[in-house]
T-cell receptor
């Protein structure tokens, strides 16, 4: 079974631009979660989607948004990029059926650099 | 105070040593996850547990629900075990993970 894939793997943008990151979960998985990892703040939860519905949202500004498609693929968008948005963005997928007790499988991440 | 606390933050060991990483949490969780992150960023799920003890190869994870404490043990450590180990809690009815700050382990030959 193919693992979680994320595209692109690396991205360089300038302040004020917007960016879209993509995550394809493991086949059959219906839950996708997004996380941001920075040296200063560590790993922080962004969103969780299950069957195209946002099930949970972290404490991030409205510039961060996401969605999930009917095939469970998910995208997250960051508008009006700031220097502080430079981070490793990770997505994780799970079957999502046993609320709170699902093993999560992580993708390799997208490293975003904002100049 | 963070909802999930880990100790120690950094750990160095000689090959073959027994290693313990501790995790305490102050929130209600449905499961406790132990994750491993190698340089370069990829995260691998090692264990997910809600009670008792699990073992996989040289790795053992335990959890005490009453004390809200979990430990990850590595027996006969090896340089390839060098990585950051992260504990995280997942809440009820959601996959949202609340992470500890991680423990950086270096095992020297």
């Amino acid at each position: 079974k193919a693992g979680v894939t994320q595209t692109p793997r690396y991205l360089i943008k300038t302040r004020g631009q917007q960016v879209t990151l993509s995550c394809s979960p493991i086949s059959g998985h219906r839950s996708v979660s997004w996380y941001q990892q920075t040296p200063g703040q560590g790993l922080q939860f962004l969103f969780e989607y299950f069957s195209e519905t946002q099930r949970n949202k972290g404490n991030f500004p409205g510039r961060f948004s996401g969605r999930q498609f009917s095939n469970s693929r998910s995208e997250m968008n960051v508008s009006t990029l700031e220097l502080g948005d430079s981070a490793l963005y990770l997505c994780a997928s799970s079957a999502g059926l046993a609320g709170g007790y699902n093993e999560q499988f992580f993708g390799p991440g997208t490293r975003l650099t904002v100049l | 105070k963070n909802e999930v606390e880990q100790s120690p933050q950094n750990l160095t060991a000689q090959e073959g040593e027994f290693i313990t990483i501790n995790c305490s949490y102050s929130v209600g969780i449905s499961a406790l996850h132990w994750l491993q992150q190698h340089p370069g960023g990829g995260i691998v799920s090692l264990f997910m547990l809600s009670s008792g003890k699990k073992k996989h190869g040289r790795l053992i994870a335990t959890i005490n629900i009453q004390e809200k404490h979990s430990s990850l043990h590595i027996t006969a450590s090896h340089p390839r075990d060098s990585a950051v180990y992260i504990c995280a809690g997942s809440s009820y009815n959601t996959d949202k993970l609340i992470f500890g700050t991680g423990t950086r382990l270096q095992v020297f030959p």
